[in-house]
């Protein structure tokens, strides 16, 4: 059984049409399927070799402070994570229910375009709250209470959490605020690349709410 289910996750990281991906995630993987908001999500690169990018994530400079460098490890504890590590993340842990991936940005940036998959805890919602509410969102991510009124953790989801890119403080304000509250850091990993590095890579991205020009 073991054997199946390694097989079966080995063979849903392989896109059925490999021979007409030019740009591989990487020499054995040609794409993976995520769901997000219900509809499966195939997620690739950009096909071609001449794509740049053109929005803000092009910029290389913005004030410090608020836009510093962040560091590498946003916790000693917490695991720092890259792009094929979230792929995987995705696979093994969100696609059998026992991960998250969070979007600490604000909800009008998670709207505007964010990572297959993942949800939106905004970071001013666990900086600006109280122990009750706190509680509620931690019940969401599957925390229990114990007999005694304690918060049990045993079986809380794996999270990976991530803003947009490494100058950007939102993840690490949301991680800071978790972490606070005693959410164990064996189940927090960190995306510091972001969204910008994702998109560098020319990874699939989503739309959730369409914004009209006029």
Same mark, same amino acid.
């Given at each position: 059984?073991? *054997? ?7 063979? @849903?990281?392989? @896109? ?10 990487? *020499?054995?993987?040609?794409? !993976? ?12 690169? !950009? ?11 092009? %910029? ?12 590498? %490890? !946003? ?16 696979? %093994? ?63 809380? *989801? ?13 993840? @690490? ?13 064996? %189940?927090?990993?960190?995306?510091? @690349? ?21």
């Amino acid at each position: 059984m073991k *054997k199946l289910l390694i097989l079966s996750l080995t063979l @849903s990281f392989l @896109s059925a049409n490999q021979d007409d991906i030019i740009i591989k995630i990487n *020499k054995n993987i040609s794409s !993976v399927t995520t769901v997000d908001s219900g509809q499966k999500v195939n997620i690739k690169r !950009v096909q071609d070799p001449r794509h740049r990018l053109t929005d803000d994530y092009t %910029k290389t400079s913005r004030s410090c402070p608020p836009f510093c460098i962040q560091a590498t %490890k !946003v916790n000693p504890n917490i695991e720092t994570i890259a792009e094929l590590e979230l792929l995987e993340f995705m696979q %093994k842990k969100i696609a059998t229910h026992r991960g998250l991936l969070i979007d600490a940005r604000l909800k009008s940036w998670f709207e505007l375009e964010t990572i297959p998959s993942a949800i939106n805890l905004p970071f001013p919602i666990m900086l600006n709250t109280n122990e009750q509410k706190v509680k509620r969102i931690f019940t969401l991510l599957g925390m229990t209470i114990n007999a005694d009124g304690s918060w049990n953790f045993d079986n809380v *989801k794996d999270l990976t959490i991530f803003d947009n890119g490494v100058w950007c403080s939102q993840a @690490s304000h949301l991680v800071s605020s978790l972490i606070k509250y005693n959410y164990p850091t064996s %189940k927090i990993h960190y995306y510091r @690349s972001g969204l910008q590095g994702w998109k560098l890579f020319g990874l699939t991205t989503v739309v959730r709410k369409e914004i009209i020009k006029g």
